[in-house]
């Protein structure tokens, strides 16, 4: 079992930059891939990044590539979310997801964190 708390969601301008943390209880953390998600008022959840479970592959969404940047540090039990160059459409609440296998997390994780509010202001 593994928990997960997101962190730093919040108000931000077109063109800025944002991180979003996500921090996952257990000890085991470094076996699972992580992943983000996010959904937007009135829209389904959609799949934004992931990332393997020592760091050596990530996979991004079209829409966010060149923009957004996942990484994490096991030694922490941490994985981030870098946005920059953020814009309207970006608005969303933010999920964090974990799931021992890498083709899982984008499909069908088995565990989400709560969630964190990111809004974008134009």
């Known amino acids: 079992q593994v928990q997960l708390v997101e962190s730093g969601g919040g108000l931000v301008q077109t063109g800025g930059s944002l991180r979003l943390s996500c921090a996952a209880s257990?000890?085991?953390?470094?076996?699972?891939?992580m992943g983000w998600f996010r959904q937007a008022p009135g829209k389904e959840r959609e799949f934004v990044a992931r990332?393997?479970?020592?760091?050596?592959?990530?996979y991004y969404v079209d829409s966010v590539k060149g923009r957004f940047i996942i990484s994490r540090d096991n030694a922490k039990n941490t994985v981030y979310l870098q946005m920059n160059s953020l814009k309207p459409d970006d608005t969303a609440v933010y999920y964090c997801?974990?799931?021992?296998?890498?083709?899982?997390?984008?499909?069908?994780?088995?565990?989400w964190g709560q969630g964190t509010q990111v809004t974008v202001s134009s």
């Open positions: 990332i393997s479970s020592n760091g050596g592959n990530t």
């Open positions: 997801a974990a799931d021992v296998l890498y083709t899982s997390v984008k499909v069908s994780p088995n565990y």
């Open positions: 257990g000890r085991t953390f470094s076996r699972y891939a």
